[in-house]
């Protein structure tokens, strides 16, 4: 079992910044595929931004050019480095791996932009 924990979630107001973080731990051997994907109130959830274990990277045409996401291999460690926030990027974040051929999920962090 991979154990996910997000982290740096909270209030910001319209055109600010947030940096989320993840750390994964456990029984890690393989990890692949790391990224965020977010649920606001009432909607499914979506994919914000997916890493792959080469860096390779995928947006959400939604966050391009707002959202950067990072890895850090050695640390099991996945970011995501939000600007220009707006108010409809609020929702519950969350971390997601994928380690063989099953994905883990972490409990979430809310994030929250006011207008």
């Known amino acids: 079992q991979v154990q996910l924990v997000e982290s740096g979630g909270g209030l910001v107001q319209a055109g600010g910044s947030l940096r989320l973080s993840c750390a994964a731990s456990?029984?890690?051997?393989?990890?692949?595929?790391m990224g965020w994907y977010r649920q606001a109130p009432g909607k499914q959830r979506e994919l914000v931004a997916t890493?792959?274990?080469?860096?390779?990277?995928n947006y959400a045409d939604s966050v391009k050019g707002r959202f950067t996401i990072s890895r850090d291999n050695a640390k099991n460690m996945v970011y995501l480095q939000m600007n220009s926030l707006k108010p409809e990027d609020t929702a519950v974040y969350f971390c997601?791996?994928?380690?063989?051929?099953?994905?883990?999920w972490g409990q979430g962090t809310q994030v929250t932009v006011s207008s």
């Open positions: 456990g029984r890690i051997f393989s990890i692949n595929a």
């Open positions: 890493i792959a274990v080469s860096g390779s990277t």
């Open positions: 997601y791996c994928k380690q063989v051929f099953v994905d883990y």
